[in-house]
């Protein structure tokens, strides 16, 4: 196996234009991929058609529905689906619209916030992924443990060697 060392672009160099020093120091809007903002756009363009342009800032919108709407578009894009049947929108860009609308309500005081009372759940959250976290490594070894023990099982059966165990693993599989 061979690695590729990935290696990010370089900046230009800043030139002698004013204007240069103040923009480096802005948000730098090109490092979002056109074409999720062009599918992004689109499903606003479906939504606008729909409901209105920016209707959220017009009515407050609930936190959870625009959460549940993005899950399921990211749920349907895993599945295998890339555009919603009812749209024609790639759902990937449903799901960045979605997200782009709870950044705009949230922020111009249009979101109902009715995720669930955080209390001590984030920090058991976060130790519990920890703890989830911690079993991959052990789980990945039993895999390959269990793949090896299958290609040995897989030769054998190719060479007529009947019932030969040849790798001793403490595989559960």
Not at 82 to 91: F, K, L, Q, R, V
Request: aromatic residues 6%; contains cysteine; glycine residues 8%.
């Amino acid at each position: 196996m061979s690695s590729t060392l990935v290696v990010p672009p370089t900046s230009k160099a800043l030139g002698s234009n004013p204007k240069d020093i103040l923009g480096v120091k802005k948000i730098d809007t090109t490092k979002i991929p056109a074409i999720a903002l062009a599918w992004e756009a689109l499903a606003m363009m479906d939504g606008a058609g729909k409901y209105d342009p920016y209707n959220w800032r017009a009515n407050a919108v609930i936190a959870t529905i625009y959460v549940a709407a993005a899950k399921r578009h990211l749920d349907s894009w895993l599945e295998g689906q890339e555009e919603a049947s009812d749209s024609g929108c790639h759902h990937l860009g449903h799901a960045r619209a979605c997200m782009g609308i709870l950044l705009d309500a949230q922020t111009t005081g249009n979101l109902i916030d009715d995720r669930p009372i955080v209390g001590e759940s984030s920090s058991l959250f976060e130790k519990a992924i920890t703890y989830i976290a911690s079993k991959i490594p052990a789980m990945q070894q039993r895999h390959r443990e269990f793949r090896a023990e299958q290609a040995v099982k897989k030769t054998a059966a190719l060479l007529g060697i009947g019932g030969v165990n040849t790798l001793n693993t403490s595989s559960k599989f």
